[in-house]
Structures are given as C-alpha cells and as structure tokens.
C-alpha cells in the first residue's frame, strides 16, 4: 500500500511540475536572448515575473491538492490503505509545491546563462543529493511518516539552497 501510494503521490505531482517545466522553458529563450544582449534588467524582470506567476498558480494547485487528497489519490487508486497512506503525503508535498516556482526558474535561468554548475548542482539536488539520503534517514527514524514527508523535505532544503545560489548569480549579473 505505501509503494503504491507513494507512485500515486509522484503521478499527481508530476501534473503540476510538467506544467512547471513547460512554463520555465518558455522563460529560457527570453532569459537567454536578453542574457546574450546584455540586457540584464529584462532578465531580471523576466525572471521576477515567471517566479511570481508560477508561484501564484503553484499556490493554487497546491491548496487543492491539499483540500482534495483523498479524492485524488481515490481516482487512481480505491484502496482505503493507499488513500490514507497517499493522502498525507500528497498533503506534505503540497505544502512545499510553491517553492518549485524559485527552484525551477532558478534553474532556467542559470542554465540559459552558462552557469552550468549552479545549475546542474539544483537539477540534481530535488531528487539525488537530497531526496535519497533524506529517505534514508527518515525512514530510519520516523519509518513511513519519514517516506510520506521524505520529498517535501528534499523540496524545501532545495529552496533554502536555491535561494542564495540564485542570489549570488543574480548579483554577479549586476557587476
């Protein structure tokens, strides 16, 4: 029932940051044209107006995803474990879902720029340098309340590091 759950939880959320990655790569060609022209405020606000909506959809899907777990993880699966497994770690990824808007336009941008080690460091942070030891050690000590809450995790410590990383690159365009 958890394994099960757990791929419902991921299949629901990839609805959402499929839509996410799509926005961000419109956002590249801008980033990357007003980049290459040295137009660097155009970059800025570029990339102010991409976080802004994408945050703001995000918001939204994530109250709904918060609201309707249940039902949602009913429309794949009609088992009473996998819903009340399921259900609560959707709702644990529904409260970091906003922060895809920084992580992924953050990302964007440092890939449209060359900054290819910020960015490579962030495109493998989500789910290798932080997802996996956090399962570890969460299932470990929290067992399958530490699964529910594993990605959620990696999601937010990925903001916490995205956020100065994306800082630093934004200053050093202003030099």
Request: hydrophobic residues 55%; aromatic residues 10%; charged residues 10%.
């Amino acid at each position: 029932a958890v394994i099960a759950a757990m791929g419902v939880v991921q299949r629901i959320s990839m609805f959402g940051a499929s839509a996410m990655l799509g926005f961000g790569q419109g956002f590249q060609p801008v980033c990357g044209f007003n980049y290459g022209a040295k137009l660097y405020d155009r970059v800025k606000k570029g990339f102010w107006f991409s976080v802004k909506v994408s945050s703001g959809v995000l918001v939204a899907i994530a109250v709904a995803g918060f609201i309707f777990a249940p039902q949602l993880i009913s429309l794949f699966r009609n088992d009473p474990d996998v819903i009340a497994c399921g259900t609560l770690a959707l709702r644990f990824q529904c409260l970091s879902f906003p922060f895809h808007g920084w992580i992924v336009m953050s990302n964007m941008m440092e890939q449209s720029m060359g900054k290819t080690a910020s960015a490579t460091f962030l495109s493998v942070a989500r789910q290798g340098l932080l997802f996996i030891p956090l399962v570890l050690i969460l299932s470990s000590t929290l067992e399958l309340l530490g699964i529910q809450m594993a990605q959620a995790a990696a999601d937010t410590l990925t903001m916490i590091l995205a956020v100065p990383i994306h800082l630093h690159v934004m200053r050093h365009m202003e030099k």
